[in-house]
C-alpha cells in the first residue's frame, strides 16, 4: 500500500497542509500557534524520540558537558499509549 505525500506551506498566521494522494487531495489550515512543524520524515514515535533527544542534547550544552557532569548517556522517550512507548538514546563522550 502507498502512503500519501504531504506538503506543508507556512504562512504568515496558517501552516497549508494539502494531501497529494492519487484519489482526492485536500487542503487543510492550522494556525501557526497551534502547530509546529519538524524536520521528521513521519510522525513516528520513534522519530520524534530521536528528534527530541538530539534537541534536548544541544540544549544541555552537548555530549562533553554532560560527560564532564558523570552522565553516561542521554535517553528520551515518547508514549503512544500506555504500554507504547519508542526511546532513543545517545552516549555520551568527553569531546562532542
Do not use: F, N
Not at 44 to 49: H, I, K, P, R
Amino acid at each position: 500500500m502507498r502512503q500519501a505525500r504531504l506538503s506543508i506551506a507556512p504562512r504568515a498566521e496558517w501552516h497549508a497542509c494539502r494531501s497529494a494522494a492519487p484519489v482526492a487531495a485536500l487542503e487543510r489550515r492550522m494556525p501557526r500557534a497551534d502547530a509546529v512543524v519538524l524536520p521528521i520524515a513521519q510522525a513516528s514515535a520513534e522519530l520524534l524520540a530521536r528528534h527530541l533527544c538530539v534537541e534536548v542534547l544541544e540544549q544541555l550544552g552537548g555530549s562533553a558537558t554532560l560527560w564532564s557532569k558523570g552522565a553516561a548517556a542521554l535517553t528520551v522517550g515518547v508514549v503512544e499509549t500506555p504500554h507504547q512507548e519508542a526511546r532513543y538514546t545517545v552516549p555520551l563522550a568527553p569531546r562532542d
